[in-house]
T-cell receptor, first 114, second 116 residues
Framework: DTEVTQTPKHLVMGMTNKKSLKCEQH?????MYWYKQKAKKPPELMFV???????INESVPSRFSPECPNSSLLNLHLHALQPEDSALYLC?????????????FGPGTRLTVL | AQSVTQLGSHVSVSEGALVLLRCNYS??????LFWYVQYPNQGLQLLLK??????LVKGINGFEAEFKKSETSFHLTKPSAHMSDAAEYFC??????????????FGKGTKLTVNP
């Protein structure tokens, strides 16, 4: 099973709301990633967790707060977002954070900020 | 920092024709290279990857890519296009950060259209 699941599929939120995106994998992978993808653009890395520890934060604004409660779960907490944060948020996982490891992507959460 | 450049943001081919999507990398050391495909409103799926084992890499759905060090290229090909190949294709390279972690750096993508 090479599946990464993400919930919800779609999310509409106001600028004052607090919401969370959830990502789950059961492949025994120890690295998990959050990407942001704007329309007609490539994915941009936001965060990397390796063995449940944050290893990369690509200077993401603090209104995005990642959390890795265990090796199978990855959350992205959202607070006071801006309309320009509207995008497809992709989660991925890989065996480890090694250079040759394949990243498996979830279907994404389409976020709209009003 | 490592990077990849995809030549051609749009490629259009007829069904049954050769597919050629271009990717050039910039790296001073042998890179790890990947091709991913993204269908509309979906996540990314790995087509194939180069990890220095063999220069000709075969992937899923009949795609293959050849690593050419002399040309710093990793072009993606498929002998005969199918309508279902219409999608966005991303070339990516693995880059080591200052903190010692690996991250994927994507090219800008090439949208493939297949005409009947």
């Amino acid at each position: 099973d090479t599946e990464v699941t993400q919930t919800p599929k779609h999310l509409v939120m106001g600028m004052t709301n607090k919401k969370s995106l959830k990502c789950e994998q059961h492949m025994g992978h120890r690295a998990m990633y959050w990407y942001k993808q704007k329309a007609k653009k490539p994915p941009e890395l936001m965060f990397v967790y390796s063995y449940e520890k944050l290893s990369i934060n690509e200077s993401v604004p603090s209104r995005f707060s990642p959390e890795c409660p265990n090796s199978s779960l990855l959350n992205l907490h959202l607070h006071a977002l801006q309309p320009e944060d509207s995008a497809l948020y992709l989660c991925a996982s890989s065996q480890t954070n090694g250079g040759t490891d394949t990243q498996y992507f979830g279907p994404g959460t389409r976020l709209t900020v009003l | 920092a490592q990077s990849v450049t995809q030549l051609g943001s749009h490629v259009s081919v007829s069904e049954g024709a050769l597919v050629l999507l271009r990717c050039n990398y910039s790296s001073s050391v042998p890179p790890y290279l990947f091709w991913y495909v993204q269908y509309p409103n979906q996540g990314l799926q790995l087509l194939l990857k180069y990890t220095s084992a063999a220069t000709l890499v075969k992937g899923i759905n009949g795609f293959e890519a050849e690593f050419k060090k002399s040309e710093t290229s990793f072009h993606l090909t498929k002998p005969s296009a199918h309508m279902s190949d219409a999608a966005e294709y991303f070339c990516a390279v693995s880059d080591l950060t200052q903190g010692g972690s690996e991250k994927l750096v994507f090219g800008k993508g090439t949208k493939l259209t297949v005409n009947p």
